[in-house]
């Protein structure tokens, strides 16, 4: 049986390009460059996670945040509800530090820090994704320079891989 150890919510607006998911070591000599990788969602190489946007609409993307949620677990967590998520994927993880923090491609990060409670791990990562809707009205008001919509959110369940 699972057990959930923490849960952690931040919220991070891209300047340019993607997510990334960083360990506090930054790279190492193994760490290939997952941003050349490419994927549908995202790419993992050694203390780097790139996650694509899913948000279809050009006309928001500046004025985009993205709502993460991660959460630490023993084991395995239960599956959440295909029905909640646009996409979903489980990949693999490796990190040195065990301390990992959101940024963008221009290295702009978030001051939030999230501890894994591992140095030296390998994770398994089930990444879950839905575009958040706006009706016209929102729209409207978010192309006037509000800087607080939330246009993504993501679900990152991590877990030991012990294989």
């Given at each position: 049986m699972a057990d959930l150890l923490i849960t952690v919510e931040d919220i991070f607006q891209r300047r340019y390009g993607r997510?990334?998911?960083?360990?506090?070591?930054?790279?190492t000599i193994d760490t290939e460059d997952a941003r050349l990788l490419g994927g549908e969602l995202c790419s993992t190489t050694q203390n780097l996670m790139?996650?694509?946007?899913?948000?279809?609409?050009?006309?928001?993307?500046?004025?985009?945040?993205?709502?993460?949620?991660?959460?630490?677990?023993?084991?395995e967590p239960p599956p959440t509800?295909?029905?909640?998520?646009?996409?979903?994927?489980?990949v693999h993880l490796r990190t040195t530090s065990g301390v990992v923090h959101l940024?963008?491609?221009?290295?702009?990060?978030s001051p939030l820090q999230v501890d894994l409670g591992a140095r030296a791990m390998?994770?398994?990562v089930r990444l879950s994704a839905r575009e958040v809707e706006l009706n016209p009205e929102d729209v409207e008001y978010f192309e006037l320079g509000a800087?607080?919509?939330?246009?993504?959110?993501f679900l990152l369940q991590f877990w030991p891989d012990r294989h």
């Amino acid at each position: 049986m699972a057990d959930l150890l923490i849960t952690v919510e931040d919220i991070f607006q891209r300047r340019y390009g993607r997510y990334l998911l960083a360990d506090a070591d930054g790279p190492t000599i193994d760490t290939e460059d997952a941003r050349l990788l490419g994927g549908e969602l995202c790419s993992t190489t050694q203390n780097l996670m790139v996650i694509e946007s899913i948000v279809g609409r050009d006309d928001v993307m500046e004025l985009m945040r993205g709502r993460f949620v991660f959460e630490v677990w023993t084991a395995e967590p239960p599956p959440t509800p295909s029905d909640v998520w646009d996409k979903q994927i489980v990949v693999h993880l490796r990190t040195t530090s065990g301390v990992v923090h959101l940024e963008d491609d221009d290295e702009m990060a978030s001051p939030l820090q999230v501890d894994l409670g591992a140095r030296a791990m390998h994770w398994r990562v089930r990444l879950s994704a839905r575009e958040v809707e706006l009706n016209p009205e929102d729209v409207e008001y978010f192309e006037l320079g509000a800087e607080e919509y939330e246009a993504e959110v993501f679900l990152l369940q991590f877990w030991p891989d012990r294989h």
